[in-house]
């Protein structure tokens, strides 16, 4: 009688280990790609500088930036203006304050607003 015991309780722990190390096993599988991934997420930030170069056939304006905290060191560089009345509004020489756009790989420039121009290189 103690012998059946015995095998009892040693066949439940098994089947009790069997089931842990299954649970244990799912639990460090990495997890499925989700059809949304963190490149969907739109972030914003907030870009000053100055317009060094104006585009409007291929919709951009290359701007010698400031510093965005949290996003990129100061720096000259082209950005894609979608909305074709903001750029053609811009002059070389303006100095703005626009929303940088990021989705993914991908970055553009919003609500761009002249704050004032500058002063002509001597």
Known sequence: MQVTKLKFALAA??????????QIARAARPAAPSPITDNSKTQR???????EAIDIPNHQV???????????????????VPDDAALKALNVGDIIRADIVVQGNDAHLENIKVTGHAKPKT
């Open 45 to 51: 930030y907030v870009l000053t500088g100055t317009v």
């Open 62 to 80: 290359t701007v010698d930036g400031d510093a965005v905290p949290g996003y990129m060191d100061a720096m000259s560089m082209p950005y894609s």
């Open 13 to 22: 722990l098994a089947a009790v280990l069997v089931i842990a190390g299954a």
